[in-house]
């Protein structure tokens, strides 16, 4: 699907320069490697790439807990080594000032969030919201997934960055939502929403 979409931009993996990773959860971390074939090893796609983790995400993947250790994809960590292209960061400095790092650790340790300034048409500032607020209904507050690590961690952490965010301008780039992409985020003084829906990046 990631191909497929690098497609339709007239782009292939090989045209891309940096994969920021989020976390390294199989969701997430997956597209990085060519399809599955039965008889055949998974490779690393993105040959010209440098791939950028958080320190705390990679160290979560070398020592995972019993809880998400079906969660890591065991080929890639040997991979990414042997690539010689891993960054693992404790802020987005190397990317430029265009880029801002925010990390959460209820969802898992390390958790990398990128805020970056966008185009006009965007709408200005966009931070991708991994899995903190994965689509529009995890705006408010107490929804929390299965999957987290810490819930009432998150919850306090999610509203903090909602707060910020808020006030700053910045729109959410949600990474599970089947129907939006980007959304506005509003707050009537008790609950936060995700509004002015963006369905599609091109338009």
């Known amino acids: 699907m990631l191909l497929q979409s690098l497609a ?9 320069d ?7 959860h199989f969701d997430h971390a997956g597209g990085l490697l060519s399809a599955w074939q039965e008889d055949a090893p ?8 440098e791939f950028v983790v958080s320190e705390d995400a990679w160290e979560r993947m070398c020592h995972p807990h019993a809880r998400d250790r079906a969660s890591f994809i065991p080929e890639l960590q040997e991979l990414l080594v042997a690539s010689g292209r891993l960054q693992k960061v404790s802020d987005l400095s ?9 990390f959460s650790e209820g969802h898992t340790p390390g ?6 300034d966008a185009p006009a048409q965007l709408g200005g ?3 991708f919201c991994g899995d903190l607020i994965p689509g529009a209904p995890w705006v408010h507050i107490p929804i929390t997934m299965g999957y987290d690590r810490f819930p009432e961690r998150l919850i306090e952490e999610k509203e903090a960055l909602l707060r910020d965010l808020l006030t700053r301008g910045v729109r959410l780039f949600f990474t599970h939502d089947p129907e939006i992409a980007i959304a506005d985020l509003t707050c009537d003084g008790r609950r936060y ?7 599609e990046l091109r338009t």
Request: glycine share 2%.
């Open 8 to 16: 339709a931009l007239d782009l292939s993996h090989e045209d891309i």
């Open 18 to 24: 940096i994969v920021v990773l989020s976390h390294l």
């Open 42 to 49: 998974s490779t690393l796609l993105f040959p010209n790439a």
């Open 94 to 102: 190397s990317l430029g000032p265009a880029y801002r790092a925010h």
């Open 111 to 116: 958790l990398l969030l990128t805020e970056m």
């Open 125 to 127: 500032p966009l931070i």
């Open 193 to 199: 929403r995700a509004v002015h829906p963006l369905e």
